[in-house]
């Protein structure tokens, strides 16, 4: 009886010790990208992506991770259409040749359970840069509706939107550009 519970012991705490990684789905309902620009030194300019696709994959226990997110430029919105017209254009994200910019990582920073960067490139104009995200807000936990495992966080990164070849109307519209990835998946 003694060698049956040894065993089990020992087969659980293998499991545990050699837990696979996760993969989580992101769902496009409740992730939006987004980015922030100063125009003219008069305000801040928002615009956000509404369609985005992507895998996340974790091991919490092994404290590593890795992701893929395509942002359809396509999908850009700034609250008028005229501005959207023109940032679609061949001055800014030419959506026409580029119609998706990709966050693509394997880095995957922690402070002990807690997701704190998240190290990789982003594609942008089909140039490649090494980036960081800093995360916030990091969660997984069962979804309350769905019952599904699920995983949530609020990252953000500044670029400048010149090293990857958007460099129209520098300086009167800010280098510098921060965006932001409100991100849920699930699996």
């Not at 700034?78 to 910019?101: C, I, Q, V, Y």
């Not at 960067?117 to 982003?122: A, R």
């Amino acid at each position: 009886m003694h060698q049956f519970i040894r065993s089990v012991l020992f087969a659980s705490l293998a499991a545990t010790a050699f837990a696979a990684p996760e993969v989580y789905t992101i769902d496009p309902s409740h992730t939006l990208p987004s980015f922030e620009v100063n125009h003219l030194g008069y305000s801040t300019q928002r615009g956000s992506f509404d369609k985005s696709s992507g895998t996340i994959t974790l091991d919490l226990a092994a404290k590593t991770g890795a992701t893929n997110i395509i942002i359809d430029t396509t999908s850009l919105r700034s609250g008028w259409e005229k501005r959207d017209a023109h940032l679609k254009g061949e001055d800014f994200f030419n959506t026409e040749k580029f119609p998706t910019m990709t966050f693509k990582s394997n880095d995957f920073k922690f402070a002990g359970d807690k997701l704190v960067s998240v190290v990789g490139e982003l594609t942008l104009l089909g140039v490649s840069k090494p980036v960081t995200l800093k995360v916030t807000n990091f969660k997984c936990s069962p979804h309350p509706m769905s019952k599904k495992p699920a995983c949530g966080a609020d990252a953000s990164t500044t670029i400048k939107r010149s090293d990857f070849g958007m460099s129209a109307y520098v300086p009167a519209v800010s280098d510098e550009v921060t965006l932001r990835i409100q991100v849920e998946a699930s699996k």
